[in-house]
């Protein structure tokens, strides 16, 4: 249960809630005030309307029924039904309009939430679990849109109608209406007890959803290992326990939401209780019509479902407030990698890289990463990295693009501090082959493309075909125009892995950063990638993290980490001679 509360923390609202609101209001609906006027105008007219048709009441009964002037009936009746043809139509323009500032809004949310995750760094990624940041950008901005049109129209509306409603009821019989109001507040408490158990509730529905799609998300991700392991069953138990306890939840929330149905009718039915006994006599003396009273029942009847709405509105708000606040958290990231005031454009051919003395330590950890390495690769010259698992090899090769900065130390691309350039000409100079391939949800042109901003076709093929994938793309179902299915479910790993060279080439950048992939290529393949990633290095500064004996062997210079220090360099030949660290990685056949 203690664990339940914890959990549930992130959910509640930490910001003041008139912060939350007004930042809303200035930044997302300010902009669309002509829309909220014109909502607002037909708002005030339907309920106003509402209102007209109890007021109504009075002469339908008291001229045309009591008094028999049928020949008013005409009239009253074109009237009434004016009305409704009336509320009718402006309730349908204010409800268009709204649903277009409220999806408008989330919109604009939802553009500028990416925008700061697209400006955020890797690090934040490695903390922050994808599933998260998109039930930030899908699920919560929804909430927001949800309380944010309920509540700007919502209450307006059904304040305003109930407004009407109860003048009507006072200018028929303020006595009457008195007596009344002395019942409703006990609804009142009732309701706002409901609400708040609702609440609480909901967070926790919330909760195990986000849970369940969590698992579930994992475990289609996973299938081939969920398969292999035999672990069906397992799974079927975990989700069925998870869907469950969310359909428990559920169920129990619509109890607790419905049970006061039977309360308020029956609060309900005393009001009317009073209100005919009451008014019998009242009409009985002659204190009041048989219209005035009839006008009053509508009334009063009309006003239960706006009083209602209103009811409703509060938990909404709360839930609006929440997310908001989740949102605006996420929103106010900034990257912790900056620029500084005016950098250099850096433009490059075949540079010299410089690590002088670099530290790195991540932040959930209590050991050094990278410990005062220093090394130097020449332009155009290959440098492999090699070591054992967690040594340091992909921090390294990170801090080149700046995914990080050292915490001490330098690095000099041809003399000049890398913090000195502007980061996307920075980037700009860089291809980088990953070790996991991304192939995108898209044509073989977009995926090639991806390289270079505005690639002609012409180029995209000189490039595949420089990257040996010419061939196999062009047996693809529909060529260079074939979807590749999502993560590119449809290439073997070594085609993945040629549609990467061939990005790499297309980009044509002066620094190369190659992570090998560890899988063992089968020999035909090994030479085909070998013969492209040679065409690739030619005329770059590459550095690799070397998986392959064809890798170190060719290298002009392996630097051999161990625990983030720099322990052996020199060439493959050399480094075998001196029978140390590196001939011990090597002879257990590198990977
Ligand atoms: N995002 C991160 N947060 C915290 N610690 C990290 C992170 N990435 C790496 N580390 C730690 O930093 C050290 C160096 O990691 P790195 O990824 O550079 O090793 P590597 O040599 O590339 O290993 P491998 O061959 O397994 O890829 C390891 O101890 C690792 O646990
Ligand atoms: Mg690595």
Redesign the pocket.
């Known amino acids: 249960m203690k664990e339940k509360i914890e959990n549930a923390q992130p959910l509640q609202v930490r910001t003041n809630s008139v912060v939350l609101m007004r930042r809303i209001m200035k930044n997302y609906v300010a902009p669309h005030m002509g829309k909220v006027l014109l909502a607002t105008f037909f708002m005030i007219v339907s309920s106003a309307l509402t209102a007209g048709f109890a007021m109504m009441m009075e002469p339908v009964i008291d001229e045309v029924l009591t008094q028999g002037n049928i020949s008013r009936v005409w009239l009253l009746g074109s009237a009434i039904f004016f009305i409704f043809v009336m509320r009718g139509i402006t309730t349908y323009q204010h409800t268009i309009i709204m649903t277009n500032l409220g999806q408008n809004i989330v919109g604009q949310i939802q553009r500028d939430l990416v925008s700061t995750f697209l400006t955020l760094d890797?690090?934040f990624f490695?903390?922050n679990p994808s599933g998260q940041l998109i039930s930030r950008v899908i699920n919560d901005v929804n909430v927001m849109r949800a309380s944010v049109s309920d509540g700007i129209t919502g209450f307006g509306k059904n304040l305003l109608t109930l407004f009407f409603l109860v003048s009507v009821m006072f200018y028929q019989d303020w006595f009457l209406s008195c007596l009344v109001f002395l019942i409703f507040p006990f609804t009142a408490i009732f309701v706002v007890w409901v609400g708040r158990r609702l609440r609480k509730m909901s967070g926790r529905i919330q909760e195990d959803m986000a849970r369940l799609s969590d698992m579930l998300s994992q475990i289609f991700q996973g299938i081939r290992l969920v398969k292999a392991y035999g672990m069906e069953d397992h799974e079927r138990e975990r989700t069925g326990y998870a869907i469950h306890k969310v359909r428990e939840l559920v169920i129990k929330s619509v109890r607790v939401n419905n049970l006061s149905t039977p309360v308020n009718e029956t609060l309900v039915g005393l009001v009317v209780f009073a209100i005919i006994v009451y008014g019998g006599y009242s009409v009985a003396d002659g204190g009041s019509t048989a219209g005035e009273l009839l006008s009053f029942i509508t009334a009063f009847s009309m006003s239960y479902e706006p009083m209602k709405k209103l009811a409703k509105l509060n938990a909404s708000l709360q839930m609006g407030l929440g997310a908001a606040d989740r949102v605006f958290h996420m929103m106010d990231r900034r990257p912790e990698i900056k620029e500084i005031v005016a950098p250099t454009r850096a433009n490059y051919t075949k540079p010299d890289i410089m690590f002088e003395k670099v530290e790195y330590k991540?932040?959930?950890?209590e050991?050094m990463?990278?410990d005062g390495v220093s090394f130097t690769m020449f332009g155009g010259t290959v440098t492999a990295?090699v070591?054992?698992?967690?040594?340091?090899?992909?921090?390294?090769?990170?801090m080149i693009p700046r995914f990080f900065d050292p915490s001490v130390g330098r690095i000099l691309i041809d003399k000049d501090d890398i913090r000195t350039l502007s980061l996307s000409s920075l980037r700009q100079q860089i291809a980088l082959v990953s070790?996991d391939i991304t192939i995108f949800d898209d044509t073989v042109w977009a995926n090639v493309g991806y390289g270079k901003h505005g690639a002609y076709q012409d180029e995209i093929i000189k490039a595949a075909i420089a990257a040996e994938a010419d061939d196999f793309i062009r047996r693809l179902p529909q060529g260079y125009d074939t979807r590749l299915g999502e993560e590119g479910l449809k290439l073997s790993g070594g085609q993945r892995q040629r549609i990467a060279i061939a990005r790499a080439i297309l980009r044509n950048a002066p620094i190369l950063l190659l992570?090998e992939a560890?899988s063992a290529l089968d020999n035909e393949a090994e030479r085909a990638i070998q013969a492209t990633l040679a065409e690739l290095q030619k005329g770059r500064t590459t550095l690799v993290?070397a998986h392959r004996l064809s890798t170190v062997q060719n290298a002009d210079q392996i630097l051999v980490?161990e625990e983030?220090r720099i322990v052996e360099r020199g060439r493959h030949e050399d480094l075998l001679a001196k029978a140390g660290v590196y001939a011990r990685i090597y002879g257990a056949g590198l990977r």
């Open positions: 890797l690090a490695q903390q991540y932040d959930a950890n050991r990463a990278l990295l070591g054992p698992s967690g040594s340091g090899k992909t921090t390294i090769m990170n070790q992570d560890t993290i980490l983030g």
